[in-house]
């Protein structure tokens, strides 16, 4: 069944954006009008977004099988904005934020904007933050890709499974990030990381998803 979306579109008045400080985001402000389906147009409105230079990611979803069980690899990560985040503005009452556990993920780079990029970037970032020397090829999509937080950022997030083999795992080599530094990998069942999923011990949502696309394969 065709779904179409209405075709409302989006005309831009005018760019507001302040200069470029130099720092790893940018605040991008736009005013612009809608136009809507029945030829009315909305009242001029600014709308704020996020920008980067290397605006797209990818999540990598390293597997392999024992026991009769398949089993993830799971990485920490701290996230500066959530060990910051005001406890006082939350709804519910929020636990202590010290990092998530996640899905090794990282940014898509200049010089990986083609086609074969997104499989390129996930070959990186596997030895970087997990620690495996995979070939490209070895790595295959995991479902199409998606917007995680389209109301404030355009980014995409690629999704790559890869089977390893536990015993040619080495040192992680890392960014040079001093948030990956000395960061925690650890391997856990998939069913057991699905129900980390469910108690809220993983609140990553790009490792959530991966998690159910790697359940659900045929």
């Known amino acids: 069944m065709k779904r179409d979306l209405p075709d409302i579109r989006l005309e831009l008045v005018e760019d507001l954006s302040p200069p470029d400080p130099g720092g790893f985001l940018r605040l991008v402000r736009r005013r612009f009008v809608a136009r809507y389906p029945d030829g009315t147009t909305s009242a001029p409105f600014v709308y704020d977004e996020v920008d980067r230079a290397a605006i797209d990611a990818v999540v990598i979803a390293a597997h392999f099988l024992a026991d009769g069980r398949l089993w993830v690899y799971l990485r920490s990560a701290?996230?500066?904005?959530?060990?910051?985040?005001?406890?006082?503005?939350?709804?519910?009452?929020?636990?202590?934020?010290?990092?998530?556990?996640?899905?090794?993920?990282?940014?898509?780079?200049?010089?990986?904007?083609?086609?074969e990029g997104?499989?390129?970037?996930?070959?990186?970032?596997?030895?970087?933050?997990?620690?495996?020397?995979?070939?490209?090829?070895?790595l295959h999509p995991l479902g199409p890709s998606t917007y995680p937080a389209p109301g404030m950022v355009a980014e995409r997030h690629f999704f790559f499974q890869v089977a390893v083999d536990p015993a040619l795992r080495t040192?992680?080599?890392?960014?040079?990030?001093?948030?990956?530094?000395?960061?925690?990998?650890?391997?856990?069942?998939?069913?057991?990381?699905?129900?980390?999923?469910?108690?809220?011990?993983?609140?990553?949502?790009?490792?959530?998803?991966?998690?159910?696309?790697?359940?659900?394969?045929?």
Not at 83 to 105: F, N, T
Not at 187 to 213: F, G, P, Q
């Open 78 to 115: 701290v996230r500066p904005p959530v060990v910051m985040r005001d406890a006082s503005r939350s709804p519910i009452v929020e636990k202590s934020a010290r990092g998530l556990w996640e899905l090794p993920a990282g940014l898509i780079e200049s010089d990986e904007q083609d086609p």
């Open 118 to 138: 997104p499989r390129r970037a996930a070959r990186r970032e596997l030895a970087e933050e997990l620690g495996f020397d995979v070939a490209a090829l070895d």
């Open 171 to 218: 040192e992680p080599s890392n960014d040079g990030s001093a948030l990956e530094h000395q960061g925690s990998v650890m391997a856990v069942a998939l069913d057991e990381a699905l129900a980390m999923c469910r108690s809220s011990e993983i609140e990553d949502a790009k490792t959530e998803l991966a998690l159910r696309r790697l359940a659900d394969r045929p």
